[in-house]
């Protein structure tokens, strides 16, 4: 390649395609500010949000392309003529899968953030170290991070943090330790490298606990504005195209707001435990692979999990129990107007949790090792790690209760075992189909109704079919229904038991039976 007097470079066209591309896409590696974002190119712009603009990763388009591409590149037809970047060139530019010379970028962010080796992020511009575009706003003045936080600098930042957060009605100390753990996320998400985060609840017994503004708050300090909400989505198609967009904007924190219907599907239990997105973009036949940084928050009443995801294993638990009929109407706060003190206050707030995550970094050969989180074990070195050596509670232990509560299929496989065994002894069998079984329950609930005073049995069992084969009143489902949730509980431990079928097959079916596991 030559450089015209223009100082762009200059490249011949013809039949040779593979020379072509070759040398457009290092002529492109001259762009400044040109980044690859996942399998995209993009770079750092800005996007409204309301009255305000903030910093955000913006795709290039094929016109954006063009014409980067035009201010270092000079093609040349015929009898070296100049002509415009053919379209053949462009699509390579755009879908080739990778562009050695083209800096990766991971993210924009608009405040200080932990480094995977533990030193602080806090130099505007591009950091190479974590692929990370620093555009912190002109007003944004973040006190001094001590390198090595003394006890009584971890005692300040966190009575500092916690004061914030006196007035509200904490289920327990655990539940306002997993709020801190939430706000340490934001300035921890860059510093592993594996594993996902967890999805944040809050969640509240009444109405008017004060669930959105925790929320706004703790999306505040680090970044300024309140937290952005979307409403649950419908199924898992809409929850996957919601996951796309925000990925594709680069978006730090989203809170599924109101959450009225049982929580979870298997797109967002997916992108919890991702740092990479791949999907189609809505109307385009197009595969996008971008990186997945959201943290995940929702608030609700009393919310409830779906029993066919694997969401409340994946959930921390932030529990507010008011004991006020109408909590919205207390009076007598510490501070009258919350957000406008926190956002008087954000660079020392800052200051404060990158204090706490540099204390905990440190502490790491120190400290007790904590109960393994499956999926979460890098976010857990981090951020439990933090808040334990603060001398807090494990959030991980209003996670342990969320379980017991929210797994509404380990209470439907408790019920099928205790029901199914009651069965069998009750029939005097080791093992029977789902027609026998069906058949014995129906038949004890015509002698109900035949019969004043008998009491209808296998309670257990007709209990896990109302919940999981969704039948009304004292009816009973199909064999088809039944054979189904039994297959989805097939071998699933319960008590030191559980639910297989046998070797022996029955007229209509396989016989099931309840096996107990050897210690």
């Known amino acids: 390649m030559r450089t015209s007097l223009t100082g762009r470079v200059e490249i011949r ?47 290039v388009s094929r016109d954006v392309l063009f014409s980067r591409l035009s201010e270092v590149a000079e093609f040349l037809g015929e009898r070296g003529r100049p002509e415009h970047c053919p379209p053949w060139v462009l699509g390579y530019l755009e879908t080739c899968p990778r562009r050695p010379g083209i800096k990766d970028l991971f993210g924009v962010i608009e405040y200080p953030v932990m480094r995977p080796d533990g030193t602080v992020l806090q130099q505007p511009g591009y950091d190479a170290s974590t692929a990370l575009y620093y555009c912190p706003p002109a007003d944004l003045r973040v006190a001094p991070v001590p390198e090595f936080p003394t006890d009584n600098d971890v005692a300040h930042a966190r009575e500092r943090l916690l004061d914030l957060v006196v007035d509200f009605p904490w289920a327990s100390a655990a539940h306002r330790a997993a709020w801190l753990a939430s706000l340490l996320t934001f300035f921890a998400r860059y510093a592993y490298t594996r594993g996902g985060t967890p999805l944040f609840l809050i969640d509240k017994n009444v109405p008017g606990a004060g669930s959105g503004l925790l929320a706004n708050i703790t999306a505040m300090i680090p970044t300024g504005r309140e937290m952005p909400t979307q409403g649950q ?208 329950l129906a038949e004890d609930s015509q002698v109900k109704a035949e019969r004043t005073g008998h009491i209808l049995r296998f309670l257990p069992l007709r209990d896990a079919l109302a919940e999981s084969c969704r039948c009304i009143g004292n ?32 007229e209509d079916g396989n016989k099931w039976t309840v096996q107990t596991i050897q210690a």
């Open 233 to 440: 989505p419908e199924d898992s198609k809409a929850s996957g195209k919601l996951i796309t967009s925000i990925c594709i904007a680069g978006q730090v924190v989203m809170c599924i707001d109101n959450i009225a219907h049982p929580l979870g599907d298997d797109k967002l239990d997916s992108a919890l435990t991702s740092r990479l997105w791949s999907d189609r973009v809505l109307g385009v036949s197009k595969l996008v692979i971008v990186p997945h940084r959201c943290i995940w928050f929702g608030t609700g009443n009393n919310v409830q999990f779906n029993p066919k995801c694997d969401t409340s294993r994946r959930t921390l638990h932030i529990r507010m129990m008011s004991l006020e009929e109408k909590p919205e109407k207390r009076t007598g706060f510490k501070y009258a107007n919350l957000p406008d003190f926190v956002a008087s206050s954000r660079g020392q707030l800052i200051a404060d949790c990158l204090t706490l995550l540099r204390a905990g970094f440190l502490s790491r050969e120190n400290r007790p090792k904590l109960q393994r989180w499956g999926s979460f074990e890098d976010w857990s070195e981090w951020v439990r790690g933090a808040v334990v050596h603060a001398g807090l509670p494990d959030p991980y232990e209003t996670h342990e209760a969320l379980s017991q509560v929210a797994d509404s299929a380990m209470h439907s496989l408790r019920d099928f075992i205790r029901g199914w065994e009651e069965l069998l002894a009750e029939n005097r069998v080791e093992s029977c189909t789902v027609r026998e079984a069906l058949t014995w």
């Open 13 to 59: 066209l013809d039949t040779h395609a593979y020379r072509v591309n070759k040398e457009a896409l290092q002529a492109l590696t001259r762009c400044e500010g040109l980044y690859q974002f996942g399998n995209e190119l993009a770079m750092v712009g800005e996007q409204n949000i309301g009255l305000d603009r903030m910093p955000a990763v913006v795709p």
């Open 475 to 506: 009816s009973l489902p199909d064999t088809k229904q039944v054979g189904y949730a039994l297959r989805r509980f097939k071998g699933r431990v319960w008590a030191g038991k559980r639910l297989v079928p046998t070797d022996e097959r029955g």
